[in-house]
Structures are given as structure tokens and as C-alpha cells.
């Protein structure tokens, strides 16, 4: 433990102030200027007597703190060497993203205290920083690449925070010592869970763990208001981090395989030439509207809805509207052959999504209008009806009969024909389409 500093209950740890002599003074000079010749100097000098190499100054920072912030190696390499207390040089190294630094201090470490080296990973006290920042969850703040990964090497992990309902006695403990402490560590460990590095270096899935943390943060942002503006800022990480890994794509296939992976299937349902779309349906359960929207994902949308009509989108509008025109009135025949022969060439057109969409319109529309057909003709029946009967006294009971047997003829025929509609058109469809898969599997 560094003599300059103190551990107390309540505030963890405290600096004390001691009053420098002449030639810490001179000592603490040497290193911010950078003078490795004269540190060294002073250093030998001094070793055999009682001097303190880590004597701290006006601002709280030891000569290896110092070295750090000036990035100098060279002499964090000296100090080092003369067996200086690192204390929380670790952590600032990684706060200054100094790679060599960390590099040369996790060594130092390793190498003086063996495996005693992953709990200084897990914990180091420190005056600068709160107690929950590990040189992980620092790293992964920082967004420093090489450091994650030397760190992760290291064996170094960040525990995903407890549910924010969570009773647990830690959280119950937690909560109660110091409330805003406690939300302060959730906040960073997701903070730091949320950098792309990270993500990239420990997840074998990367844009399903953004989706996942995406979702998490946004419904931390509604439960813990006070930090809303931090978890939105941090969901929206997530969001850019799929969207970016999406916009590296350089071609079709890799689209193709990015947009249809699903982690449940093995490796070869994966690579069928089938498109699920596995990870496009996982973009829209999350809420992923900056993925679904990405070009690249549209592009590959846009082409296969028009599949079995190309260069359909070229063509001009005139082009276009004969064309849905024809498709729509060739839609009992084109059902017929899906219904009978599903593997032949029309059964096969009408599986391409926008010709399906025409096809289920065309069906639709039919419907609509023997609907409206039946309403139309019970009305002009009605009304004809009314105007040759109304005044005729006698045969009031007569007429209701004649009405009753008129509409049920003309409903007797309708309903028939509604019911064939139904049954070829949608239930046929459904059906043939079971048939259909059936015979592909
Ligand atoms: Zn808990």
C-alpha cells in the first residue's frame, strides 16, 4: 500500500497530503520534463537512503502517473525498473489509452505476482476512480481495441448487471449503502458492455448481442427515468454498431448470409439457398428500424418482392398497370395451376411474393364485389317490390312470401358461389401450399 494514501470506511480511499523535500521535488521535476538521465540519477542516488520514489505532487499524481500523461516509455520503463508502486497507473494508462503503458505495467505485474495478477483485474483502489471501474469495464469506456483484447487474454470478464427488479441481498445491499453508487454501476458496466470493440472481441454474434443489449438499455431507459438520457445514448450505440457491421458487407452472398443466419440452425441450414431472412425477422422483433431500413437490407428486399417479374421496376407506369392488370385477371388460372400442378412453371410464379400479392389482391377484390353485387340487387329488389305492393291491401302476408323466396334464391346462388371463392381461392391456397412443402421436404 502506497504510504501517501489512506483507506478509510466510508469514502474508500482518501489521499493524504505530505509536504515534499527538496529533492522529490527535483525528482517529481525530472519526470514531467522528461528527463530520464537526471531521474535516473536522483533515483540511485537516493535508493540506499531513505527516499520516497512514491512521493506524490500538488495534484495527487506519482512520478509513474506523470510518465503516463506524458507518454513518456521510456521512463515508466525506469520507474518501473527501480521497483516503483504502480497503485492505479493501470487504470490510468487505459484511461489515457496508452497501449505500451498498460503492456509494460500488466508485465511488471505478471511477472512480480504471477496469478495474483487477475485480482488487481478485478479490483484496483484508486483516488480517480469510483470502485465499480475495473480496467475492463475502463477499456470497454474507452473503446480501445488492443487493450479489450489484452484484457480479455488476461481472463478479464464484465458481468452483465442484475435485473433492475432484482431483490437479490448483493442488489438489496447495494442499493441501500448508496442508491446512486448503485445505479452509477449499472450504468457503467453497460456502458462499457455496449462498446462495439468489446462486442466484436467477445461475442461469437455481434449484431445479435447489439440487438439483445439495444432492447435491454431502451427498457432501462423507461424504468430508471433519471438516467434516461445516458441508456437512450447508449441503445443507440447498439443500433449504429448492427448498422455498421451491416453497411461492411461487400456483395449479395455476404448480405445473404448476414440476413439469414439464425443461431438455432446448424451451419448447413444456414447456407441453403432458401432465404429465411432468420436475422431480418430477429431486426424487426427488436425493433431495429435504422438495420431494417439500411440500403443494403432494402436493396435485397426490393429484389426479391419483384423476383419472377424482371426489370418490372424500369418499366413505366403505363407499363407497370397493364401488367398488375393482366396478372390480376389471370388470377383464377394462374390459381388453378398452383391448386393442381404446384411444381409446374405458373405454380411456381405464383410463389414469387409481389405475384402472390396481386394474386391474393385480384382475390379479394372478386370477393368485395359479390358482395357488393348481392347488396346492390337486394336493394333494386326492394325497392321494386315496395313500389308494385304498397298499397295492395289484401296480400300483405302474400307479399312477405313472394320477398322471402326471391331473396333466398338469388342468396342460394350467391352463397354458392362465395363458397367455392373461399374455398379455392383462400383455403385452396392454404392448403396447396402445406402440399406443396410437404412434397419439396
Ligand atoms: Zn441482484
Redesign the pocket.
Known amino acids: 500500500m502506497n504510504p501517501n494514501l489512506d483507506e478509510t470506511e466510508s469514502f474508500g480511499i482518501i489521499r493524504k497530503e505530505v509536504d515534499l523535500t527538496n529533492k522529490e521535488k527535483q525528482y517529481l521535476l525530472a519526470v514531467e520534463r522528461g528527463d530520464v538521465p537526471t531521474t535516473r540519477q536522483i533515483v540511485e542516488q537516493f535508493k540506499v537512503n531513505n527516499f520516497n520514489i512514491n512521493c506524490i505532487d500538488t495534484l495527487g499524481r506519482t512520478a509513474i502517473l506523470i510518465a503516463i500523461e506524458n507518454e513518456n516509455i521510456e521512463m515508466i520503463e525506469l520507474l518501473l525498473n527501480n521497483g516503483i508502486e504502480i497503485g492505479d497507473a493501470l487504470l490510468h494508462a487505459i484511461n489515457e489509452e496508452n497501449v505500451e503503458a498498460v503492456e509494460m505495467i500488466l508485465h511488471y505485474e505478471i511477472s512480480n505476482k504471477g496469478e495474483e495478477v487477475i485480482t488487481i483485474l478485478i479490483q484496483v483502489p484508486s483516488t480517480s476512480f469510483s470502485a465499480d471501474i475495473t480496467p475492463i469495464i475502463l477499456a470497454g469506456h474507452r473503446d480501445n481495441y488492443e487493450i479489450i483484447k489484452l484484457l480479455l487474454s488476461l481472463g478479464c470478464r464484465i458481468t452483465k448487471p ?2 433492475i427488479r ?3 441481498k ?2 438489496v445491499a447495494g442499493n441501500d449503502d448508496d442508491s446512486l453508487r448503485h445505479s452509477r454501476s449499472r450504468i457503467n458496466s453497460y456502458k462499457a458492455l455496449a462498446s462495439p470493440s468489446l462486442i466484436s472481441l467477445s461475442s461469437k454474434d455481434p449484431i445479435l448481442t447489439a440487438f439483445e443489449l439495444c432492447a435491454d438499455l431502451r427498457r432501462l431507459s423507461k424504468l430508471e427515468n433519471e438516467f434516461k438520457i445516458d441508456y437512450e445514448k447508449l441503445s443507440l450505440k447498439c443500433q449504429e454498431f448492427a448498422v455498421d457491421l451491416l453497411e461492411q458487407t461487400r456483395g449479395s452472398s455476404e448480405l445473404h448470409i448476414i440476413l439469414n443466419h439464425d443461431t438455432n440452425s446448424t451451419a448447413d441450414e444456414n447456407y441453403t439457398e432458401r432465404q429465411r431472412l432468420a436475422r431480418l425477422k430477429v431486426a424487426i422483433k427488436y425493433k431495429q428500424k435504422k438495420f431494417v431500413s439500411h440500403p443494403n437490407c432494402q436493396q435485397l428486399l426490393a429484389s426479391l418482392w419483384y423476383e419472377g417479374l424482371p426489370g418490372f421496376r424500369r418499366k413505366n407506369v403505363v407499363a407497370k398497370i397493364c401488367i398488375i392488370q393482366a396478372i390480376g385477371f389471370m388470377f383464377p388460372i394462374l390459381s388453378l395451376c398452383y391448386l393442381l400442378i404446384p411444381t409446374c412453371f405458373l405454380g411456381q410464379l405464383i410463389r414469387k411474393p409481389f405475384i402472390k400479392f396481386i394474386i391474393h389482391s385480384a382475390s379479394y377484390i372478386t370477393f368485395l364485389c359479390k358482395f357488393i353485387f348481392i347488396y346492390i340487387l337486394n336493394y333494386r329488389e326492394n325497392l321494386l317490390f315496395h313500389e308494385k305492393y304498397d298499397n295492395n291491401l289484401k296480400s300483405k302476408i302474400y307479399t312477405r312470401q313472394i320477398y322471402a323466396t326471391l331473396r333466398s334464391n338469388i342468396r342460394k346462388n350467391e352463397t354458392f358461389g362465395i363458397f367455392i371463392h373461399i374455398l379455392v381461392y383462400n383455403e385452396g391456397s392454404s392448403m396447396t401450399h402445406w402440399v406443396n412443402n410437404k412434397a419439396q421436404s
Open positions: 442484475h435485473d432484482c431483490n437479490c448483493q442488489c
